[in-house]
């Protein structure tokens, strides 16, 4: 997906929801953990900008993507409504539902298994989970055996 088109989608979105968010919005290519997001001024009351992972928009489907987009616009638009940061709560969610993101956030409180880990490090000897990754780190790529103080 293209800057371009990520501002259209941004866009549209903050316009359904009734607000004028004028801020930058671009591509990071250091993003290597996240996939976006949203800055804001000192006193959290404003968006500052707005960015996104080149690495994942080049390389992901446009549905997932665009999903992405929503999510980070949502956040600007609880910022812009109640100019303080909301996290992945209630208010966060309703403004998800009005704009059409299903993406809503990784953790859930009332459900802390809804996190979905890729990649589990177990020791070899006891089966004990040792760490939980979605992404598996480069230090694990030729990982085959692993063992704690057991």
Known sequence: MKIEEVKKIFKEATDKAGCIINCPITFNGRFKNING??????DGQEVEKVEF???YFE???DDKCRQIVLHECAHAIVIFRTHEQHDHDE????VCAEIGCTLIGEYDEDNPASVHYNWEIRCSECGRIMRKYKRLPAKFNNINHFTSAC
């Open 37 to 42: 997001r949203v800055s804001f001024t000192e």
């Open 53 to 55: 992972s080149k690495r």
């Open 59 to 61: 390389s992901e489907p």
């Open 91 to 94: 208010i966060f969610r309703k």
